[in-house]
Nanobody
């Protein structure tokens, strides 16, 4: 089984930055695509960003493009989400997910493993 653990969430003022990290178990991590999703109270889980197995291909939701950057370090079994220019609308629980395929996807049902999530709160 692949285990994922998110960290780096917290409280930040609007306009500030946070870097989320997702640590993964497993020797085959380098073969998995990884995505970040978020869920705000009363809303469905939504796609944020994803990266393919090598880190050379990425995708972003329109709402975060230009502000967020996803990256990975396969030698450390880590995936990161750098979040800049944060706004209150970004407040949510952020989850990382792994897919047992090299190419990334944008729907939750296309992912096989999930972390517990980390809370991000952006204040005005």
């Amino acid at each position: 089984q692949v285990q994922l653990v998110e960290s780096g969430g917290g409280l930040v003022q609007a306009g500030g930055s946070l870097r989320l990290a997702c640590g993964a178990s497993g020797r085959t991590f380098r073969s998995y695509a990884v995505g970040w999703f978020r869920q705000a109270p009363g809303k469905e889980r939504e796609f944020v960003a994803a990266v393919n197995c090598s880190g050379l291909s990425t995708g972003y939701a329109d709402s975060v493009k230009g502000r967020f950057t996803i990256s990975r370090d396969n030698a450390k079994n880590m995936v990161y989400l750098q979040m800049n220019s944060l706004q209150p609308e970004d407040t949510a629980v952020y989850y990382c997910a792994a897919r047992l395929l090299p190419g990334f996807a944008t729907h939750p049902y296309e992912y096989d493993y999930w972390g517990q999530g980390t809370q991000v709160t952006v204040s005005t």
